[in-house]
C-alpha cells in the first residue's frame, strides 16, 4: 500500500511560483505512474499533470507548469509558475500501479491528502 504526503501549498500573488511536493511511501514495487490533480470548490477533480517516464500536462497549465520525479528519493514535484487566480485549489498527488493514460480519478489507486493552493489577483 502506498502513501502519499503532499507539501509546498500556500498563497501567493499571480504569476508567482509554487512548488509542491509528494513523498510516497510504503510501495517496493515496480515504479509507479505519479500525478497531481487539483479540486477547486464547486468544480470536479481534474488532473494537472503526470509522470511515468514522460510527464504529461493538462492543455491549461503547458507551459508554466512542471511535473518532475525523484526515483532515489520517491518523490514528486510540481513546479508551479505563472500562477493565475484560475489555478486556486486543493491539489492532491495521486499513483496508479498500473497504466498511466488519461486523466481519470478513478485509475489512481493512491491519494494523499492534498495542499491547498491560493492565487490571488
Known amino acids: 500500500q502506498v502513501q502519499l504526503v503532499e507539501s509546498g501549498g500556500g498563497s501567493v500573488q499571480a504569476v508567482g511560483s509554487l512548488r509542491l511536493s509528494c513523498a510516497a511511501s510504503?510501495?517496493?514495487?515496480?515504479?509507479?505512474?505519479m500525478a497531481w490533480f487539483r479540486q477547486a470548490p464547486g468544480k470536479e477533480r481534474e488532473g494537472v499533470a503526470r509522470i511515468y517516464s514522460i510527464p504529461y500536462y493538462t492543455d491549461s497549465v503547458k507551459g508554466r507548469f512542471t511535473i518532475s520525479r525523484d526515483n532515489a528519493a520517491n518523490t514528486v514535484y510540481l513546479q508551479m509558475n505563472s500562477l493565475k487566480p484560475e489555478d486556486t485549489a486543493m491539489y492532491y498527488c495521486?499513483?496508479?500501479?498500473?497504466?498511466?493514460?488519461?486523466?481519470?480519478?478513478?485509475?489512481?489507486?493512491?491519494w494523499g491528502q492534498g495542499t491547498q493552493v491560493t492565487v490571488s489577483s
Open positions: 495521486a499513483a496508479r500501479g498500473r497504466g498511466c493514460m488519461g486523466w481519470a480519478p478513478q485509475d489512481y489507486k493512491s
Open positions: 510504503g510501495y517496493t514495487g515496480s515504479r509507479l505512474c
